[in-house]
């Protein structure tokens, strides 16, 4: 009981003789005012427990938003992390993929160009042998300082022979040579004759038709021609140094 209820009973002491009815309604004053004051203390206390209660939720429900936040944020870094590790292996990937795709190109690159190449070599083989105009134009001037007679003869029956034996006839003959064309129809036993050939007896004309050949970079050599067994066809000048055409020399072979 506080104060102030022992002060109500006292003063009611003190008039209880002289008002019996003022006694019995401050009793029952005080014991409304008792009731509502446990009342209230009773909420007080509720109210406490539930502010305690709330406290501690707050609390827990604090820390574990700090918890769950740096989980999250561990969880974010870790899913930035994967990503980034899963992107260097994309790109690994990738580059991987584009190096194999220009290896690919590049072998591919290179059999065409090995393909064109050779199907140069094998143009350039099967091409019948001409003489450029920078060849025919300096051989005609070097041959019209010496006009002369020579013979050409070639193999009757290998149209390129007689093909390369004509462009040297016309040569000579824009020179002013008497040219003698022959075609040899027939064998050299035991041989078979290839390129150009300016063979011996040496002499001075011979020594003039090689130097000619040379300054018009017409390769030939100097090989002396065997025995021919068979016929010829065409016109012989007596005593004139003879050029021989023979097979067109084949550096790849055709299986």
């Known amino acids: 009981m506080n104060k102030q209820q022992i002060a109500i009973i006292n003063k009611a002491h003190i008039s209880e003789?002289?008002?019996?009815?003022?006694?019995?309604?401050?009793?029952?004053r005080i014991s409304e005012l008792s009731q509502s004051a446990d009342f209230w203390n009773a909420w007080m206390l509720g109210t406490l427990v539930f502010a305690f209660i709330a406290a501690g939720s707050v609390a827990f429900t604090t820390r574990m938003s700090i918890v769950r936040a740096k989980q999250l944020a561990e969880a974010q870094d870790e899913l930035i992390s994967a990503k980034d590790r899963q992107l260097v292996l994309d790109l690994k990937d990738k580059d991987s993929k584009i190096a194999e795709a220009n290896a690919r190109a590049k072998e591919a690159d290179e059999i065409t160009e090995r393909e064109r190449l050779a199907r140069l070599r094998i143009e350039a083989e099967l091409a019948w042998r001409t003489i450029s105009p920078e060849q025919s134009k300096e051989l005609e001037k070097i041959l019209a300082t010496n006009q002369n007679s020579v013979n050409i003869e070639y193999l009757f029956n290998d149209p390129e022979s007689q093909y390369f034996s004509e462009q040297l006839a016309s040569i000579f003959m824009k020179a002013k040579w008497k040219v003698g064309l022959t075609g040899l129809n027939g064998v050299f036993p035991g041989e078979l004759i290839f390129g150009l050939r300016v063979p011996d007896p040496s002499s001075?004309?011979?020594?003039?038709?090689?130097?000619?050949?040379?300054?018009?970079k017409l390769a030939f050599d100097t090989t002396t021609i065997p025995p021919f067994t068979g016929s010829s066809t065409g016109v012989t000048i007596t005593g004139a140094p003879i050029i021989f055409v023979g097979v067109k020399r084949q550096s790849i072979s055709f299986k």
Not at 204 to 216: P, Q, T
């Open 17 to 28: 003789g002289e008002n019996v009815i003022d006694t019995h309604s401050l009793i029952a």
């Open 204 to 216: 001075s004309l011979v020594f003039f038709i090689r130097n000619a050949f040379i300054s018009a």
